[in-house]
Each structure stands twice: as C-alpha cells, then as structure tokens.
Nanobody, 125 residues
C-alpha cells in the first residue's frame, strides 16, 4: 500500500502564510508526480498545484499562481506547499495526492492521482 500523511494546516488571518507537508510511504514502485488539491464546503474538489517527481516541473492553478509554491525533497519522500498571501477563499481541506504511473503524461490529470491523504484543514479569516 501507499500512504500519504499531510500536516501543517491551521487558522490564519488574511495575508498570512502556512506551509503544508506531505510524507509518502509504503510500497512505491514508481512515482510520476505529487499534487495538492483542496475542497471547500459545498464546492467541488480542485487542483491547486502539482510537481513532476523527476524533473521538478511545477503546475499551479491560476487562483494561486504567484502566491503558492510547491517543492519536494525526494530523499525524504516529502512534498511541500508554501502558501503566502492567504485569502479567505483559500479556506478548504487540503489533500495531498500521488500519481504513481510509470509513464508520465504531458499534463496533470486528476484521474492519475490514485492515492490520497486524509487532508489538513486550512482556515483563513
């Protein structure tokens, strides 16, 4: 099995910062990419950021571009999400997800992220 555990969530005032962490463990035979998703009450789950494990090439949703930074420490099997300039609309449960495909696609697809963490709550007021 593959297990993902998120941490770092909390409650902050608008304009504040938080850094989320996600540690991956288990029977990992391959890893294409890691991603962060979020879901607010009454809203659909949306992709926030993702990063290709080998190349480090990132992706950001337009709503967080310039404010969030995704990074990774492959030796520690850990991915991070630095969130600056937080806004109330960023309030959501944030989930870490893993794409363990052997062949990486040209774009990030939610269906390829087969493993998910339990989530960490981020609240901005």
């Amino acid at each position: 099995d593959v297990q993902l555990v998120e941490s770092g969530g909390g409650s902050v005032q608008a304009g504040g910062s938080l850094k989320l962490s996600c540690v991956v463990s288990g029977s990992i035979f391959s890893m294409c990419a890691m991603g962060w998703y979020r879901q607010a009450p009454g809203k659909e789950r949306e992709g926030v950021a993702a990063i290709y494990t080998f190349s480090g090439s990132p992706y950001y949703a337009g709503s967080v571009q310039g404010r969030f930074t995704i990074s990774q420490n492959n030796a520690k099997n850990t991915v991070y999400l630095q969130m600056n300039g937080l806004k109330p609309e960023d309030t959501a449960m944030y989930y870490c997800a893993a794409d363990t495909s052997r062949a990486c696609g040209m774009t990030f697809r939610e269906a390829d992220f087969r493993y998910w963490g339990q989530g960490t709550q981020v609240t901005v007021s």
